[in-house]
């Protein structure tokens, strides 16, 4: 990339590919920035996470103690599962930090520029509303942790 | 879709935001399909192991195929994760508008299709996984109402983790926002 910013303060397009804008009505409507006291987004993420979380470690020390100590008779099986620790507690630990440190917060409008899939969580929880056209001029309901951003 | 397009305030955002969070967003993902991965090589290796004198050669074989399937889908889904922006650390740094990172970089793998496409193939696979047991338990010689128990148990395991896990994960990739 030779430069993100060009001469006249407008942001390359090579980077932003992509990007669609809504009409200026729906823009107005909606509420100003607030980096003060933001509002926070429901914890329903968080929540959700505690509590499978939790199942799936007893679930998974369960099988793994009657496998190995019980029936003494643990199998590749056993051990790809074990493999799969290592990513799937940390997701769960950094998916609850993420969403009650991060992507908490309902910043509110600062700039009117859409992004799209790729660009969006670099964006998200720093103020920006990022939002993403579905081509029908429509307002995709928003998932998860971006909950009540409208 | 392209339109017109305005830009404000972006530079204002501050890069050691915009390159923590995406950052953070590239493990989620990179830690996301590993579990999963190695989650479903293991049920598929537990119906191998349960079924040994059981189960025709037909079944074995379709695990098998399913075992080597699942292993070039997780590799290939890393790959693509990892590399889908070179230099790798540009993936996070490439929005800092106040000081970009210098030098070429190229980000041919960073979008959604490639993502859509494989969350489709996870479909098929986690429709296979569930569906494989149905195969074996239809033989099964137990009474009528442990066969009817063990059917309602995978049942509900082929709605929830089979279907309805992968169909809301794919919707998310497709408007992940």
Redesign the interface.
């Known amino acids: 990339?030779a430069?993100?910013?060009q001469a006249n303060?407008?942001?390359s397009?090579e980077?932003?590919?992509?990007?669609?804008?809504y009409p200026q009505s729906v823009i107005d409507s909606w509420p100003p920035a607030n980096f003060v006291n933001p509002t926070l987004h429901p914890p329903t993420i968080i929540i959700y996470s505690a509590i499978f979380g939790t199942l799936a470690l007893a679930s998974t020390i369960g099988r793994l103690w009657s496998r190995f100590k019980v029936q003494g008779n643990g199998?590749?099986?056993?051990w790809?599962?074990m493999?799969?620790?290592p990513?799937?507690f940390?997701?769960v630990f950094?998916?609850i930090n993420?969403c009650s440190r991060?992507?908490n917060k309902v910043f509110g409008l600062?700039?009117?520029?859409l992004f799209?899939?790729?660009?969006?969580?670099?964006?998200?929880?720093?103020?920006?509303r990022?939002?993403?056209?579905?081509?029908k001029g429509r307002i995709?309901?928003?998932?998860?942790c971006?909950r009540q951003l409208y | 879709?392209?339109?017109?397009?305005?830009?404000?305030?972006?530079?204002?955002?501050?890069g050691s935001?915009?390159?923590?969070?995406?950052q953070?967003?590239w493990?989620?993902k990179?830690?996301?399909l590993?579990?999963?991965?190695?989650?479903k090589?293991?049920?598929l290796?537990?119906y191998?192991?349960i079924t040994q004198r059981a189960a025709s050669k037909t079944f074995h074989t379709i695990v098998t195929i399913m075992v080597v399937f699942q292993i070039c889908t997780t590799a290939v889904w890393f790959f693509l994760t990892v590399f889908?922006c070179y230099p790798v650390a540009t993936y996070?740094t490439?929005?800092d508008?106040a000081s970009?990172?210098s030098g070429?970089?190229v980000?041919p793998l960073?979008?959604?299709k490639p993502f859509i496409i494989l969350s489709g193939i996870a479909i098929v696979q986690d429709f296979i996984c569930a569906t494989l047991p149905f195969l074996v338990l239809r033989h099964l010689k137990v009474t009528r109402r442990q066969k009817v128990a063990l059917f309602c148990t995978f049942f509900i395991a082929f709605g929830i983790c089979g279907v309805a896990g992968t169909c809301i994960r794919m919707?998310?990739?497709e408007?992940?926002?």
């Not at chain 1, 980077?15 to 804008?21: D, F, H, M, N, P």
């Not at chain 1, 600062?110 to 520029?113: C, E, I, P, T, Y």
């Open positions: 990339m430069s993100a910013m303060g407008q942001v397009s980077i932003l590919a992509g990007v669609v804008t199998g590749v099986d056993d790809c599962f493999a799969s620790l990513f799937s940390p997701l950094m998916t993420a991060f992507y600062v700039h009117n520029v799209s899939t790729n660009q969006f969580p670099a964006l998200l929880g720093c103020g920006i990022a939002r993403r056209d579905d081509g995709p309901r928003p998932l998860d971006t | 879709m392209m339109a017109k397009v305005e830009y404000h305030d972006l530079s204002t955002v501050p935001c915009t390159n923590a969070k995406t953070l967003a493990w989620l990179l830690e996301y590993l579990s999963s991965g190695f989650i090589l293991s049920i290796l537990f191998r192991r889908s996070w490439r929005f508008m970009p990172p070429h970089y980000c960073d979008g959604e919707k998310s990739q408007a992940y926002d």
